[in-house]
């Protein structure tokens, strides 16, 4: 009944679009005489600031020498990267253990890869990662098979970083959208809870519950009683971040409309299964674009831990640019960093707007 | 209050003693009273606003009553009803929207309610879906998604998806008013071979030809209540009230 029929009528070629790079020029940079001006002076400026940049970055440059060698140069002093690269990656992690923790990175980044397909996510998956995180705990803490063990506090450098960004996301997103399910509850009980508390963390900066977490939370724990440093700083990571994802995620259940509600229980689906089923996976798709932005700032926000003296990546940078022999090199040392975590985020983008994609059913 | 009990076929599938329902301040339904026994087809018209959707929501408790008694399948809808998801698994309910689940295909749509309600195994819920599917004219369509179907498509799966979950009864809430006129016929057809099956179906509708050709009841509701009710042939031939006169005489 549905073959529709192919009308007998002439159908038109598409008229054909101008190609070709001059009429692309002309149609694009120079079809007014404003437009015109702008791609002159564009093109002037790129001409002052591209050429100089190259000469500083690649041609002057020298990328494996000592820090001597690098005072008698215009260029860029990349040296700085390879002579400080085990101690701006690993910090103080003991000397003859470094292959520890990049043991452990190499294992996350391989389960993070290996996660990517929608269609490996199932119980199998969840199994490989208590097991891979069981090791990776095991590898970066010792004690086992001859593991000497390594306090947290000597953990620095990018495993911290990678740590608190990973599990800062991993964590703070199911409490997130816990906590926006619970906002939105009609127990006044449990709205209440869950309103006051994103409200009390979005109203505070990361850098005050970082301190609250190392100075102030310690003075009410009983004499003795100590709870590792790293962990604290941790825990009030996902919990900052927590509030903001529930907020985003409450932003995709107001989307929805009734009707999905109405149809799940319609159909007999209790509350849990509706959320599951038909809620939860429409409203989290709607909001990937600002979810992911709320993580790529929590990833970034993860080097503010300095300030309660943990030793991230940023941090083990600085400390290589204050030794006197590199002091004079800190744009090549930032650059180097600025690269590093803008890999990370792109690859997180860039991995969102395929999900995205692939979920899109055409709705 | 009890499970279900077992069915009683003499026994009326839903009945509403002196229901009233109220929004805010607003008195949108009053002193409804209705009866429908097994395999009987009413179909409910009336002016916008008069209250003909939510009465029929009201069955399925998708919206609460304030006063009065509704008793669907021999449970009373109540304010602490344990079991509410167990009533509506025993009432299909088709909306003017369609209201398909849009990140789902077209087979998980209809194998969704008997999986996860009826705890059906997977492989017997996707039969029965390609059965019913088969039923409303639509199996080619099974591994497609919602938003590439037409709106009578979409209409179509909605009913079987609905008609997966056996139900007792059948409720239509405006189910052509959102379609393109040329997508109508095809869904009247399904719920006419529905209804010639013996199917219980409530149907809010202004497809007055449907309720002619289907009908046991025709009821005419405005301003909140039930003004008359009567076979197709008395209440079109013959309509009682004022109301019902103008309201025909404006859609026919």
Not at chain 1, 104 to 126: C, D, P
Not at chain 1, 312 to 334: C, F, I, Q, R
Not at chain 2, 62 to 76: A, C, D, F, K, P
Not at chain 2, 186 to 206: F, K, S
Request: aromatic fraction near 10%.
């Amino acid at each position: 009944m549905n073959t529709p029929q192919q009308p007998s009528r002439a159908y038109l070629a598409a008229p054909i679009r101008k190609i070709g790079a001059l009429a692309w020029f002309k149609d694009n940079l120079f079809n007014t005489w404003y437009n015109s001006l702008l791609t002159v002076l564009t093109l002037v400026g790129l001409w002052f600031i591209v050429p100089p940049f190259l000469k500083w970055a690649f041609i002057d440059s020298l990328w494996y020498s000592s820090a001597e060698a690098c005072r008698d140069i215009e260029g860029a002093c990349w040296s700085i990267v390879p002579n400080n690269i085990k101690f701006i990656i690993l910090g103080f992690f003991p000397e003859g253990q470094e292959w520890r923790p990049i043991l452990a990175m190499i294992m996350l980044l391989s389960l993070v890869f290996y996660s990517k397909e929608r269609t490996r996510w199932n119980k199998r998956l969840g199994w490989f990662w208590a097991i891979g995180l069981i090791i990776m705990g095991s590898l970066m803490y010792g004690g086992l098979f001859g593991m000497p063990v390594v306090e947290t506090a000597q953990w620095s450098g990018l495993p911290l970083t990678m740590m608190l960004s990973f599990f800062g996301m991993v964590a703070a997103y199911p409490l997130g959208v816990l906590l926006a399910l619970g906002r939105r509850s009609k127990m006044p009980a449990i709205k209440t809870l869950c309103v006051v508390y994103i409200e009390m963390i979005r109203g505070v900066p990361l850098i005050s519950l970082l301190f609250m977490s190392s100075i102030l939370f310690p003075l009410f724990l009983p004499d003795g009683m100590t709870i590792d440093k790293v962990l604290r700083a941790q825990v009030a990571i996902i919990l900052f971040t927590a509030a903001y994802i529930a907020e985003v995620v409450r932003g995709g259940l107001q989307a929805m409309p009734r009707g999905q509600y109405e149809a799940a229980d319609s159909l007999g689906l209790n509350y849990r299964q509706t959320m599951r089923l038909i809620i939860l996976p429409q409203a989290l798709k709607i909001v990937i674009p600002p979810t992911v932005g709320i993580l790529l700032s929590a990833f970034k926000d993860t080097s503010l831990v300095v300030i309660i003296a943990l030793y991230d990546v940023l941090k083990t940078t600085k400390v290589t640019l204050s030794n006197p022999k590199w002091t004079g090199y800190s744009t090549e040392a930032y650059i180097f960093l600025a690269v590093l975590y803008f890999i990370c985020c792109y690859a997180m983008s860039s991995y969102s707007r395929r999900l995205e994609k692939e979920l899109h059913t055409g709705h | 209050m009890t499970d279900t009990q077992p069915k009683d076929t003499t026994e009326s599938i839903i009945k509403i003693t002196g229901m009233h329902k109220w929004y805010g301040d607003f008195h949108v339904l009053s002193d409804i009273n209705l009866e429908v026994q097994h395999g009987e087809r009413i179909v409910i018209c009336g002016p916008s606003g008069s209250g003909k959707s939510t009465m029929i929501r009201c069955i399925n408790r998708l919206e609460e009553h304030q006063q009065g008694q509704i008793i669907v399948n021999g449970t009373e809808l109540t304010n602490d009803i344990k079991n509410i998801e167990k009533v509506r698994a025993e009432v299909g309910m088709v909306f003017q929207h369609f209201n398909l689940f849009p990140h789902l295909s077209i087979i998980e749509n209809l194998t969704l309610g008997p999986i996860w309600v009826r705890k059906t195994p997977k492989k017997e819920a996707e039969e029965l879906a390609m059965e019913y599917l088969e039923k409303v004219h639509i199996a080619e369509q099974a591994k497609k998604y919602p938003g590439q179907l037409s709106g009578g498509q979409q209409q179509r799966v909605a009913i079987a998806r609905s008609l997966c979950m056996k139900p007792e009864v059948m409720l239509f809430d405006e189910p052509t008013s959102a379609l393109d006129p040329e997508m109508i016929k095809e869904v009247l057809d399904v719920m006419i071979e529905l209804a010639e099956e013996g199917m219980t179906m409530l149907v809010v509708t202004h497809e007055m030809g449907f309720a002619e050709k289907v009908a046991d009841r025709v009821m005419f509701m405005d301003y909140g209540e039930i003004v008359e009710q009567n076979t197709p042939k008395e209440f079109f031939d013959n309509p009682q009230h004022d109301r019902t006169k103008l309201f025909l005489s404006q859609i026919l």
